[in-house]
């Protein structure tokens, strides 16, 4: 798919890349990783030629990208930059329009590809489609830079920190977000980062870098356990296994929960109890399936009623999403210090749960 074959860029007296050959196979999530300096964004750029290398060959779909237009190479591929590149006087629709409108195609093919965009990145087309770049916040604006990229469809899309600028929360959803567009969309994607949580989260491959040349490139799960040499053990830190906790998904370790109904009779919740005598607490359910809280084993040992032993969760911030991954539900159960939680569905329906002593062992 893309192939950089012996690339080197030279500035002056000094080497931004050096001598870099790396292949970059169709749908892999490709993350370019190093210290600032190592050359990660320069090789992301001489890939769109915004960046001539000095020398080696660059080969897309099989072509030499130095027989193409730039600018029609360009077009070709998506481009998202850390400070997003909005034009501020184009509203959010004619932003992501701009691609297509060069490529000539007509109005109403525009607006549909922007508003299918728009719904993908949970942006209401018709809340922010005549909206301008002033009138939206950091994450929703990288948001509209990612329609942007995506809006002709191109099968390689370069991603250059673009979320380098966000807080923290702001970041982590955009991270998200990002990951499940992956998985529908199944785009090449080249994604400049130094921030190793974020390279092991999103890429399917990572490219390590230092000073131009390549250190390492393999999978997230193997650079972990198996760094070439000091500088990628450095990189990648000693807390090497929690950091694989960011490849582990929720959903892959539910395990069935005990619950009963908020109407269930005290015979039926003493019934679940005695079956499990180790059992501390059940969930309690409402109608269609869908979390209220949960229930404590009577220390009196008689049957008590769901209704009159609820004990209420907050749905926005104690269960599970089966989407979060186990180092975010790490930091839920240290959060709320119990051992076990339950994992929910988007329209709040009981889906599982999932045990401290199992995230542990995964």
Not at 128 to 144: D, I, N, T
Not at 328 to 338: D, E, H, K, P, Y
């Amino acid at each position: 798919m893309i192939s950089l074959q012996h690339v080197s860029k030279r500035y002056g007296s000094s080497l931004a890349v050096d001598d870099l050959s790396l292949e970059i196979e169709r749908g892999e999530f490709c993350c370019l990783i190093g210290p600032s300096g190592c050359g990660k964004s320069t090789t992301l750029r001489v890939i769109n030629r915004l960046v001539e290398p000095s020398s080696g060959t660059i080969l897309v779909h099989g072509h030499d990208v130095r027989l193409a237009r730039p600018e029609v190479l360009r077009r070709s591929m998506g481009y998202v930059i850390q400070s997003v590149g909005l034009f501020p006087h184009m509203t959010v629709q004619e932003n992501i329009g701009v691609v297509p409108r060069l490529l000539n195609w007509d109005k109403a093919r525009i607006r549909r590809r922007a508003w299918e965009l728009l719904e993908l990145l949970a942006l209401p087309p018709d809340e922010y489609a005549g909206k301008y770049p002033w009138q939206l916040s950091g994450g929703e604006a990288q948001r509209v830079g990612v329609a942007r990229a995506l809006a002709a469809n191109p099968d390689i899309l370069l991603m250059d920190e673009p979320f380098g600028a966000l807080d923290p929360v702001t970041r982590e959803h955009l991270q998200t977000e990002l990951a499940r567009l992956q998985q529908e969309l199944r785009k090449t994607i080249v994604f400049v980062t130094h921030d190793i949580e974020e390279a092991v989260r999103l890429a399917s491959r990572m490219a390590l870098m230092r000073e131009g040349r390549l250190v390492q490139h393999d999978t997230p799960e193997e650079l972990l356990a198996h760094p070439a040499d000091s500088f990628a053990r450095s990189f990648v830190g000693a807390d090497r296994g929690l950091k694989r906790l960011s490849r582990l998904f929720v959903r892959d370790f539910i395990q069935p929960a005990p619950a009963v109904g908020l109407n269930d009779s005290p015979e039926r919740a003493n019934s679940l109890f005695r079956i499990d005598r180790r059992l501390p607490s059940l969930w309690v359910t409402g109608n269609g399936g869908k979390l209220l809280g949960w229930m404590n084993r009577p220390e009196n040992g008689n049957p008590e009623h769901p209704i009159e032993s609820l004990v209420p969760v907050d749905l926005r911030s104690f269960p599970l999403a089966p989407d979060l991954t186990l180092k975010q539900a790490l930091s839920t159960f240290i959060r709320f210090g119990v051992e076990t939680l339950p994992v929910i569905d988007q329209q709040g329906r009981l889906l599982g749960q999932l045990s401290l002593p199992i995230l542990l062992e995964a």
